[in-house]
């Protein structure tokens, strides 16, 4: 089920107090996420709906709940349909072309975009696979998925550059652009899900260690 319930220990007994406060801790376990994901639902909820106020008094000289959830919903279903056909795109990309010319809302459109272009699912070689890198000092590792590889001319001859991007806990859509040498990089087993779902949750949804730490890693200084 995957509730945070830890069963007591075979013959181990627990007082009225120890029975009554694991039981409210458990509770409180269950409730958080629960609490927390109807709270922020109620507040989307709210928000699409008050900015469609004028529309449902328009229409029916009164506010209805839920109109503007639903209209927010058509709007989207509209606009895949539209990036689906030709004409549609042409249309999409006028109106792109506007936003990044605004100004002030160029630079946040533009990023938000570029978010949006990296984590989509028809761009999956984005990031093309998930490694430990030396951060933020030598001795300690992040997690940080591959964006590129280039070489790099040096007086002792070519090295071989990775560039990786570092998400951020719990938003992984912010992070660093770092460019590492291909040998100070650690391979893992981990798959680009997997490693979201580690970095979002802070480390509390774990992968096994032989799947961070395989034992097929090269050292310092192999390839990758």
Request: glycine share 10%.
């Amino acid at each position: 089920m995957g509730l945070p319930i830890r069963f007591p220990e075979p013959g181990k007994r627990h007082g009225f107090f120890g029975f009554l406060r694991s039981r409210l801790v458990t509770g409180l376990l269950v409730a958080f996420p629960l609490v927390v994901t109807i709270f922020f639902g109620r507040f989307l909820f709210g928000l699409v709906d008050r900015w469609t106020d004028p529309i449902s008094m328009y229409l029916f000289e009164r506010r209805i709940p839920g109109v503007g959830t639903a209209l927010f919903v058509l709007l989207i279903f509209v606009l895949g349909v539209l990036a689906h056909n030709v004409l549609g795109r042409r249309v999409l990309r006028i109106g792109d072309a506007i936003f990044a010319r605004i100004p002030i809302l160029r630079s946040i459109y533009l990023g938000t975009r570029e978010v949006t272009r990296a984590f989509a699912g028809d761009r999956a070689k984005s990031f093309r696979r998930v490694v430990l890198i030396p951060f933020p000092n030598e001795g300690v590792w992040a997690i940080a998925f591959v964006t590129g590889e280039f070489d790099e001319t040096t007086p002792e001859g070519r090295r071989r550059l990775i560039s990786v991007f570092m998400p951020t806990t719990p938003n992984p859509t912010t992070g660093f652009f770092l460019v590492y040498p291909e040998s100070s990089l650690k391979p893992t087993a981990l798959t680009v899900e997997e490693a979201l779902r580690l970095v979002i949750s802070g480390g509390l949804v774990s992968a096994t260690q032989d799947r961070v730490f395989p034992r097929s890693s090269p050292g310092p200084g192999q390839s990758l």
